[in-house]
């Protein structure tokens, strides 16, 4: 490809709106360009990026027995009723009406797709196991997308569903989906974390995640040193102690003014932050107001308590006139004497005496107050996050916490979707089985994001060679005045041309300084940069340059075009 052809233009300076390297390297580079929030076009640099990703993730799926197909990206809202996700998951769902007035989804994920097809397809054990695959664009409404490709609404990704026979066979699958994962990760040059997770919206019995770890990431890794522990913060359990028995003494309010938070009622009453109980509100999709009890010196975790409390619909925080409406007191609130809530209690809280509680008027609080005795849950639960330095769940030792970025995640789903839509096969025991599936995901474009978030410099993106958009970046210098320097760029942009397209290579044949053509080719990334310039060729070839250490060797023509032929 010549790069006076390519559709693409470079960006001189950093855009304002890129934070992180991924995001304004692809963007400075042309790779990418937005058409709306979290909605992206790939120009043709990074389309080429993007299916050498999907070719990886391909291949390693066909190594493990899996059947590519292709899916819808619009479905009947019906189908999602049928698994009862329509009206659980929020406003992320794209929904929409056809013209003759039928609910209609943009697809976020395809497992009721798969149900229903297994139901149509599928009679006799001998059809299992399976494994299916497909790369389809979902849309998922994100309510903040950010940094490039990282967190977007429209994007492509391979989902895999493995339909078994039992539990049994859906361990081996996932595992098998477990191998590959790690190995495609390895060949896009990702060094991941595998970690335990919640199911979430997916439902089922086992989930992992596998993390990049990245400080601008959005999820907190609980990580101990010391083993092998690993866990999204989202779902870490962590043991935590019994605290000193006390006798429970009574309840007595006192006056506390302007002590509206925990740091300024810990201060106030010289106290540690653990003789505090602190209360937080919020709203469950289908109305609920929920009251969460957790030890001051800890915060509440979103998704356990979610779980907690069966969500719909995910939680939000709850307005000052809807905890008001309860008798409570934002800044001074606790469940005491409380009226219309749903209370969860930290199962620290339930276990920790004598603490100091929000009396429901502004200014004061209560001394004393006691789970059980002065409140009373509805459900007690581990609903805190985890954090630096606990205690190990494995051995004890303090775990460190990590933020990282998810590039890929598989569920263990078990019956859910086989049973929402009759998915059955007939058993050797002439009886009728539901069908057991996992389901597997790889974000195409957040893998490419997170290969420039490891893969870059302070020149440009520095692309690992199996996904590189092109086998080298050729830059010709002094054609005007030496004829032979355009003959040998002619000759080797040909050759590697002929050799297959895993072979192609970008020539920059623009009439631009050789000062522009570099900053160029070390910005765009290809794993080497080839130079035919008259001093090269006078001093006896090609000048060729390993793009990730800058090492330069000068190197005859025709050694050149067979590595162009053969690989360097």
Not at 62 to 88: C, F, K, N
Not at 251 to 263: D, K, S, V, W, Y
Request: charged content about 25%; hydrophobic content about 40%; glycine content about 10%.
């Amino acid at each position: 490809m010549r790069l006076s052809h390519l559709f693409f233009t470079t960006l001189r300076d950093d855009p304002a709106e890129a934070e992180m390297p991924s995001h304004r390297l692809l963007l400075r580079a042309g790779y990418v360009r937005q058409l709306g929030s979290g909605i992206y076009s790939l120009l043709p640099l990074g389309k080429r990026v993007n299916d050498r990703v999907e070719q990886i993730v391909r291949e390693e799926q066909d190594r493990i027995g899996g059947q590519e197909m292709e899916m819808p990206v619009v479905h009947p809202a019906d189908l999602w009723r049928a698994s009862g996700r329509y009206e659980t998951v929020g406003p992320e769902m794209g929904r929409f009406k056809d013209r003759n007035g039928r609910d209609m989804v943009l697809a976020m994920t395809h497992e009721e797709v798969v149900g229903q097809l297994l139901a149509d397809v599928v009679r006799s054990w001998r059809q299992l196991p399976m494994m299916v695959y497909h790369f389809q664009t979902k849309w998922r409404d994100e309510p903040r997308a950010r940094g490039g490709l990282i967190r977007v609404r429209e994007f492509v990704m391979k989902d895999a569903y493995s339909c078994d026979r039992d539990d049994a066979g859906l361990d081996v699958s996932y595992w098998a989906q477990y191998g590959a994962y790690v190995r495609t990760f390895e060949r896009l040059g990702l060094a991941t974390i595998a970690v335990s997770s919640d199911v979430g919206m997916m439902g089922g019995s086992l989930a992992h995640e596998f993390m990049v770890l990245n400080p601008a990431g959005e999820d907190v890794l609980v990580l101990c040193e010391s083993c092998d522990y690993a866990a999204n913060r989202q779902v870490a359990v962590i043991p935590r102690p019994d605290p000193a028995a006390e006798d429970p003494l009574p309840l007595e309010e006192f006056e506390t003014p302007g002590a509206t938070t925990i740091a300024s009622l810990a201060a106030y009453l010289d106290i540690g932050a653990d003789r505090t109980a602190k209360a937080a509100f919020f709203v469950t999709g289908d109305g609920r107001l929920v009251t969460a009890v957790v030890r001051g010196d800890h915060e509440v975790n979103e998704t356990k308590l979610g779980n907690a409390v069966k969500a719909t619909g995910g939680l939000r925080p709850a307005q000052i006139e809807e905890i008001k409406a309860a008798g409570m007191e934002a800044g001074y609130g606790s469940p005491i004497g409380a009226r219309g809530t749903f209370v969860v209690i930290d199962d620290l809280v339930a276990r920790s005496p004598n603490l100091v509680a929000g009396a429901n008027r502004e200014g004061f609080h209560y001394r004393n107050a006691n789970a059980g005795r002065d409140y009373t849950a509805d459900v007690t639960a581990d609903i805190t996050n985890a954090q630096g330095g606990d205690p190990c769940p494995n051995c004890g030792n303090p775990v460190i916490l990590r933020n990282g970025i998810e590039v890929g995640n598989i569920f263990k789903l078990g019956t859910k979707y086989s049973d929402a839509f009759e998915a059955t096969y007939l058993g050797e025991d002439g009886q009728a089985h539901p069908i057991v599936m996992g389901s597997y995901g790889i974000g195409v474009g957040r893998n490419v994001a997170c290969i420039v978030e490891t893969h870059h410099d302070e020149k440009g993106i520095v692309w690992p060679a199996e996904v590189a958009p092109y086998a080298a970046h050729l830059v010709s210098i002094g054609t005007a005045k030496e004829p032979r320097v355009a003959e040998i760029a002619e000759q080797l942009h040909g050759l590697a041309a002929d050799a297959g397209p895993r072979r192609e290579i970008l020539w920059d044949d623009r009439d631009e300084s050789p000062g522009v053509k570099f900053t160029d080719a070390e910005l765009l990334g290809m794993p080497w940069i080839l130079t035919v310039s008259p001093r090269s060729l006078a001093a006896g070839g090609v000048e060729v340059t390993e793009r990730a250490t800058g090492e330069r060797t000068l190197r005859p023509i025709e050694e050149v075009e067979r590595q162009l032929v053969d690989g360097f």
